[in-house]
């Protein structure tokens, strides 16, 4: 294989990749927005902390250590 053909077989598939990606987030997207809609005709809402509007729910159930360690 010589260096063209090479080069050109990699930005084939660099091309190819950015296709996949951009498909992917497309995907997401779909699929979060028919989340957020099936949660919300279900009656779920999510309850946030700050004004800032960063997600940081009420209550973290991982989060069993930092009561102990208030317990102590």
């Known amino acids: 294989m010589t260096r063209f053909n090479e080069a050109e077989l990699l930005r084939k598939n660099v091309k190819d990749l950015q296709s996949q990606l951009r498909n992917a987030y497309i995907r997401i997207k779909e699929l979060t927005d028919a989340l957020h809609e ?4 279900a009656g779920h809402v999510a309850h946030f902390k ?3 509007g960063w997600a940081m729910p009420n209550e973290n159930p991982d989060a069993q250590h930092t009561k ?3 317990d102590e």
């Not at 099936?38 to 005709?41: I, L, M, T």
């Open 38 to 41: 099936e949660r919300k005709r």
């Open 50 to 52: 700050t004004d800032a």
């Open 68 to 70: 102990e360690k208030e």
